[in-house]
């Protein structure tokens, strides 16, 4: 016979484990990427330069509708000496198992921390408008929305990507929509808020989200001219 104490003490240790399993499923359930699975590239868009994740599909992430939300940090210092960047469009990639729609929602919130930079959920600098992505196809597919023209960026950020909800049509197990991501997993880089919470989408070491904004412009930090008098005096 086990003693009452004993199960007690199982009971909370089984809760303790339970909790944070409960808490980061999302971030766990990640499988490679199925051999020959069709993969639907978007038309190259020319720009300056892009910030966030880019490259090839690799992996697969599950999702968590309504409002499972991926923070990608975006920085205008990777486009070179630029004061402002003007943001284009935004590129995001899914991996369909049926054909339907996915509704999200975009925006951009600043950053905070040094030198481990997180999402500020409460600053936000471009707020969310809502977007349809369609799959007439399965597969993996790279889809572009444009941004509105205002975005211009003038430091860190992280862009937001908010599933907002699931549709009907793929809402069976096994059917639903999946985010694409590469492997290879440095910290401070992608967030996820899902189940109340917001968490290092690589505290379990699996991928990052292919999630990116195209730079139309780089507007360089100007440089600041000095009179001649001006030296003299600096160096008298």
């Not at 966030?52 to 509708?65: N, Q, R, S, W, Y």
């Not at 070491?205 to 360089?220: F, K, N, R, T, Y």
Request: charge should be neutral; aromatic fraction near 6%.
């Amino acid at each position: 016979m086990i003693p009452r104490r004993c199960c007690a003490l199982a009971l909370c240790l089984a809760g303790a484990l339970l909790t944070p399993i409960a808490a980061s499923s999302a971030l766990r359930s990640v499988a490679a990427l199925p051999a020959n699975t069709p993969v639907h590239r978007a038309p190259s868009v020319l720009g300056t330069c892009v910030l966030g994740t880019v490259g090839a599909p690799e992996l697969l992430g599950d999702l968590f509708p309504p409002n499972d939300i991926y923070f990608m940090l975006i920085r205008p210092t990777t486009c070179g000496p630029c004061s402002v960047t003007v943001l284009s469009n935004v590129h995001v990639w899914l991996n369909f198992r049926k054909p339907c729609s996915v509704p999200v929602s975009i925006s951009v919130v600043r950053a905070f921390g040094s030198p481990c930079m997180q999402p500020d959920e409460g600053q936000i600098l471009f707020p969310a408008f809502p977007t349809l992505l369609t799959a007439t196809d399965i597969g993996t597919q790279e889809f572009v929305v444009a941004v509105p023209a205002e975005w211009r960026l003038d430091t860190d950020a992280f862009l937001a990507m908010n599933f907002t909800s699931e549709t009907d049509s793929c809402s069976l197990a096994g059917e639903q929509p999946r985010i694409a991501l590469v492997a290879g997993c440095p910290h401070c880089v992608a967030y996820e808020r899902v189940f109340g919470e917001t968490g290092d989408v690589c505290q379990s070491g699996a991928g990052l989200p292919l999630i990116s904004v195209d730079v139309s412009e780089c507007v360089p930090t100007p440089t600041l001219r000095r009179s001649w008098g001006t030296l003299k005096l600096r160096y008298r």
